[in-house]
């Protein structure tokens, strides 16, 4: 097992930070210590398209990294890996906080951080054993998933390798160099997920190994990949001052996420200033006291107006991060929190909506209520509204958010406040200007989703369950077939189309032509489970093949669960054409 291919994907969707060329540090890391054990690793950071398939379809074992919004991005590509027999083993956040799902589209998954349990599972898989005692492990067993026990400690950071970002093919393009100094936040935001993962207390890596790190990149620009870059500030100021004095550390500038409250601190903020920080990414989440409230936040509007003086005095930008539409928010709140953002002087914001990510409480809480409205991974980024909120409709909070960013990133305040944030400033919402347009146009599809979408119900409706075409005699590939038995339920704004039977041709053109009239107009998401569904030949599967390519054009998602490998391989016509051109739906490869 010495070919290992590394894969961090980005979303279909679109998105503003996919045109932000930064991967998450923790496959590099991965992937660093394999490499220093004689592994050959290969890292990429893409959409599916992009990826260098020859080379996955070379490899001995497929590593790939999952967020919420990502998942189904990796789910496909694993899904067409292993239906071409290569190893798949998923890890990171969505997969820890929702094991059972991933583990249908992979063959391992590894829960939580995974710098203890990764190298020790590739080994086990090259002894052909099974990962029985690997913490955090999850496999199947006689057609089940096991999950071994989470494990205990957290890791500590001094054994972590610096990662080597020269395995990622396209690593001399990023803008800003990712460099992780810490782990773990001692805060409880209701809507963050980090806690969960990394634990509440805040673990460093040393400081020399930090200026180690920071030393290879001269003349570049890093951005700090914590949490909260200061949450310690002896050993922030520390760092810092360190930053200051070598000689070796010769940084262009660098940027952090902080809490508000680390302006109060003088001496920290002109460190902050001397050592280089040119831009603070800050959660302000809201200025509505009573969702600041409810997000557990411990922060005030006075701490978030008091923050943007404090940094603009020492001349930090500030990139102000908030969250719309908590129980406390109105229409008029988002309006206001527009005109607070210009008024205020913030130098770039980022207005996303409140998601519920799976492994917060606050999934928990909207899931027993009944109130999220899709389940589409894919659109939880922060985009796209998919819950109900408690004061306004999903397609208001949806409307009035494109229309904040919009008004924030409007001509007018490109320039307003240049006196204040600056040129560079300026440039930044020009861009905004920009991006907020085109994300505006590419997702009016959502809004039109949300007025019309007329199916949530929590428990299986069925639409319509029918057996198509018996066989017509004396037809030799219909003689093979049998009547195909057809269902279509919707449970949670989700088609499931059930298909079983023996089809030909002609049938599959019935079905074709039943689906255009029953599909309901305004969906998201389809899943058609395939698994009893075999062809009478292969040119029926070849139909088929290219029905789905036809229905993924109609369909956002698309999802095609098959059991045999066979089967999977007689859909997969994708390989043989000369640019790898994925097909539109996702696979879900039943093997066990
Ligand atoms: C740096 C960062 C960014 C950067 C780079 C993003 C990128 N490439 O995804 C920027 C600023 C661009 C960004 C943007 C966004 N981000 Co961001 N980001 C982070 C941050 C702060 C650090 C990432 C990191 O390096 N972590 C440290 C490494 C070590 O962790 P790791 O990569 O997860 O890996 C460990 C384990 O997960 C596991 N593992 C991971 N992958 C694999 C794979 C295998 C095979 C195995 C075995 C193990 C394994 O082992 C690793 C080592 O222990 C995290 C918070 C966090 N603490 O992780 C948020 C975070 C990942 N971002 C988040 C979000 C929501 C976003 C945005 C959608 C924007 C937004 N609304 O704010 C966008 C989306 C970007 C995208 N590409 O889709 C959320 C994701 C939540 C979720 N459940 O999906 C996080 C967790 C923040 C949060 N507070 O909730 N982000
Ligand atoms: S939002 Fe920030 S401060 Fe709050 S828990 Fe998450 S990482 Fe900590």
Redesign the pocket.
Known sequence: MKKIV?I?P??KED?V??H?L??????P??GTQLKQEGYQVSFH?GKGDSLPWSKLLDADLV????????CREAYQISGLLRSNDIPV??????A??IPDEAIQFADYI?R????EY?LPLVRALEAGQEPEGIPGVSYWKNGKPVHNPPQQAA?DMDTLPIPDLSMMDNANKMLSI?V?TS?GCPYNCSF???TK??GHRYRFRCTEKVLQELAQFPGKHV?F???NFVANTKRSKELMREMIERPEIKIKGWGA?VRADASYDDELMELMARSGCSIVYIGFESINPETLKGYNKKQSVDDIKEAIRRFHEYGIRIHG?FVLGGDGDTVETIRETADFAVEAKIDSV?F?MLTP???TPFFDQLESEGRIINYDWSL???HYAVFKPALMSAAEMQDETLRALKKFYSLSNIFKNVPVTGWASALYRAIGFGLTRHFAYQSRWYSGFLKHQPYTSSEPVTLFSRKLQAPVAGDREAEASSPLMVSLTEQKGILYLKIRGIADNLQLKELNRTLEKALPRHYNQLVINAEGLRFASEKAAAGFASYLEKLGTRVRRLQVVIKAEKQARSLLNWKQSSRFKLPRYELLVHKH
């Open positions: 590394l961090e980005q979303s998105h930070y996919k932000v930064m991967p998450r540090l923790g496959l890391i991965l950071l590593g790939i990294s999952t967020t919420t919004a990502t083993i998923i890890g990171g956040i969505h820890s906080f590894v939580g951080e995974a710098e990764f890791i990712p992780m782990r963050c997920c980090v993962m990394f951005f990949s914590d949490d996420q991060m980022q996303m990510m799976p492994g939880y980024d922060g």
